[in-house]
């Protein structure tokens, strides 16, 4: 859970910005887009070995090049 204190000074869009830099890097907000929506076990695996097979022909792609 991100925190974010106010600095002496600190203008409201500065501690926003430090704010949403934050929440991306520690992966809130994907976290929250993954799970708005009910996912179900099928289509999961289906994501996840559509995602494998890109991953394996953008490798082997990178492989004849080489």
């Known amino acids: 859970m ?7 000074g600190e203008s409201i869009d500065s501690m926003l910005r430090r ?5 991306k890097r ?5 976290e929250y887009k993954k799970r708005e929506f009910f996912e ?15 991953r394996a022909r953008l490798q082997q ?3 004849e090049l080489y």
């Open 2 to 8: 991100v925190k974010q204190e106010r600095r002496p």
């Open 26 to 30: 520690e992966g809130t907000l994907l």
């Open 40 to 54: 179900k076990p099928s289509d999961i695996k289906k994501r996840k070995l559509k995602a494998a097979k890109k």
């Open 19 to 23: 704010f949403k830099k934050d929440i």
């Open 61 to 63: 792609k990178a492989n």
